[in-house]
């Protein structure tokens, strides 16, 4: 299907999968014309794309592991590992965020202050 179509039936917006595709996300899935068919499969890798840059991914090692997941051409224990590090990443970003969040509960709590 198209991208147009891609979008529309698994509700990922164009600008996403426009976005994805010119970052070579999914390169390997172009046709000799040079046309990308949007297919489960290659949604499904596009969901995993997805939380990966939500969660924070850097594009390069992003393009990367992609080429390589969607040409089978990585293991079980280094997608793992890439997925662990990924999380890692975001858990420290979150606790540094908590951080920010109770320093200004703090500042709150002592303007409240009679």
């Not at 039936?9 to 000799?32: I, N």
């Not at 890439?82 to 709590?109: G, V």
Request: net charge negative; aromatic share 10%.
């Amino acid at each position: 299907m198209t991208k147009e179509q891609a979008s529309e039936h698994f509700g990922v917006s164009l600008t996403k999968l426009q976005f994805y595709e010119a970052q070579g996300l999914f390169d390997c899935h172009k046709q000799p014309d040079g046309r990308i068919n949007y297919d489960d499969e290659l949604m499904d890798y596009i969901g995993i794309i997805n939380v990966l840059m939500e969660a924070g991914a850097e594009m390069d090692t992003l393009r990367k592991f992609m080429q390589k997941l969607m040409q089978s051409a990585v293991t079980k224990e280094e997608k793992l590992r890439y997925l662990r590090k990924q999380r890692k990443r975001l858990l420290e970003d979150i606790h540094s965020k908590q951080k920010f969040l109770d320093q200004l509960d703090y500042l709150i709590f002592t303007e409240e202050k009679p």
